[in-house]
């Protein structure tokens, strides 16, 4: 490695160390490098041409180098914490910084010129047998940072490893120190989490198992017990994990929307007049609310929230196919042209969380989308912006600029909507003035 061997050149010790080490000795393809060394943050500065500060008050540069990113941590040790942030101190060896790490299979050094590895706590015996275990005292670590509860379900589930005793019982007495997290760090863990962790399922069934999820997503939490209907094989919570386990890992986001999707269940929930069975009338809307509630929360941006809410708004609204074009060209309106394929991806795993629909194929919803399809494909107006007129046609024949301005080109839409022959200049100057 280039890196390292520039650092050494310079005397400065310098491993490659973390996730990158940890995957290499399972035989996956790597991602990024994190590299270790004695080299003080400003030092690592001098010696690369391009760098950028990632969090150098913690001892981290970024450099690129051969066309790669490698995160370079000068040797530290916690100082003191307070189970969210570090106060921490350089001039450490590389087994004093290993030590400070979390897992023992993330604490292996690995010196690219010998081909050795340094592994004071055994982390390739236990990526060999199979086991997730703290460096140290489980006792002391997960108090140090309670990021690491979390972090433990994500790399126990992502690398298949079966928790050690000792560190499954500090995880029982600790996991609830969660709460004191920043919603920043937990949100960003949890995309990880939902990135790296194909069965949702799996990994936030743990969360549940030990509490977690009552304290950082409680209305998810209330789902679970609430049983269903007779469409449905599973109780909400457990149908909400089959739902997002469906949506693809490559769209973590999606992930989080399809876990809020009936939040709104529980409180909708009544018995139906006739059947005398479950029925949850119009849940969308407690749903798009407690969307809302959990997204500020987890510090999600006005944007994504605002996206999500609208996603679970929208979601029960799903005309049967075979409807008209115009009832179509209506519906596309009322989701937003922007949102339909991630509505469609959310239709679908709704559709394959659903254990009793699952055993039929999806032919509803993907008639819809293919319709859907075709009708924008005759790229007629959807929008305002797709009138054949604007407000300056309309304040040319004298209509005064203000709010009844854009309700009368609101009102021009829907007829174009209707019927797309409309939009033409002079039909709807016509209608206008009639
Ligand atoms: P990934 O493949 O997700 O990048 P990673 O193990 O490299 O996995 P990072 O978050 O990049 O994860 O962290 C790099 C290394 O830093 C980890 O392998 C671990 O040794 C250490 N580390 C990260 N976060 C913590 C933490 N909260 N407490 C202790 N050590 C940590
Ligand atoms: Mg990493």
Not at 4 to 26: K, T
Not at 151 to 168: G, K, M, Q, S, Y
Not at 351 to 364: H, L, M, Q, S
Request: hydrophobic residues 40%.
């Amino acid at each position: 490695m280039a890196i390292v061997q520039r650092l050494r050149a310079a005397d400065h010790p310098a491993y490659a160390v973390g996730g990158a080490v940890r995957d290499s000795l399972r035989g996956e393809r790597i991602g990024d490098w994190d590299v270790a060394t004695a080299a003080h943050p400003e030092v690592v500065q001098s010696l690369f041409s391009a760098t950028f500060p990632i969090g150098v008050e913690h001892g981290t540069v970024g450099v690129r180098i051969e066309d790669e990113t490698i995160e370079v941590t000068t040797f530290r040790t916690d100082v003191a914490t307070d189970g969210r942030h570090a106060e921490v101190r350089f001039g450490a060896t590389l087994e004093e910084d290993l030590a400070r790490r979390d897992f023992t299979v993330n604490a292996i050094a690995w010196d690219p010129e010998s081909d050795t590895l340094v592994d004071p706590f055994g982390g390739r015996a236990d990526l060999e047998a199979g086991v997730l275990r703290a460096v140290g005292d489980p006792d002391q670590r997960f108090p140090e940072d309670y990021l690491r509860v979390l972090r433990a379900f994500r790399i126990a589930v992502r690398l298949e490893l079966e928790i050690d005793p000792a560190t499954e019982r500090a995880l029982e007495r600790h996991a609830a120190g969660v709460v004191r997290l920043s919603g920043e760090r937990v949100r960003d863990e949890l995309l990880k989490t939902l990135t790296e962790c194909r069965s949702v399922s799996t990994v936030l069934g743990m969360w549940r198992q030990y509490g977690v999820m009552a304290l950082l997503f409680p209305e998810l939490a209330v789902c679970f017990g609430v049983e269903q209907n007779a469409y449905h094989a599973d109780d909400v919570g457990t149908h909400t994990l089959l739902v997002a386990d469906n949506v693809h890992p490559r769209r973590p986001f999606l992930r989080v929307v399809s876990l809020c999707h009936d939040l709104g269940k529980p409180m909708a929930r009544e018995v139906h007049p006739e059947t005398g069975d479950w029925t949850f009338p119009q849940h969308e809307v407690p749903s798009a609310r407690l969307t809302r509630q959990a997204l500020r929360r987890l510090k999600f941006s006005r944007r994504e929230v605002a996206r999500a809410e609208h996603l679970v708004r929208v979601h029960m609204d799903l005309p049967p196919p075979d409807v008209s074009d115009a009832a179509i060209r209506r519906w596309i309106r009322r989701v937003g042209e922007e949102h339909l394929w991630d509505l469609y991806r959310l239709h679908l795993a709704d559709w394959r969380g659903n254990r009793k629909r699952a055993e039929r194929p999806p032919a509803p919803i993907v008639d819809l989308y293919h319709q859907a399809r075709r009708v924008l494909k005759q790229q007629t107006a959807l929008r305002v912006e797709d009138l054949a007129i604007d407000g300056n046609d309309l304040a040319a024949i004298g209509l005064a600029p203000g709010p009844e301005l854009g309700k009368t080109l609101d009102w021009l839409l829907e007829q174009v909507v209707e019927d797309p022959a409309l939009n033409t200049r002079d039909t709807l100057l016509e209608m206008v003035r009639a």
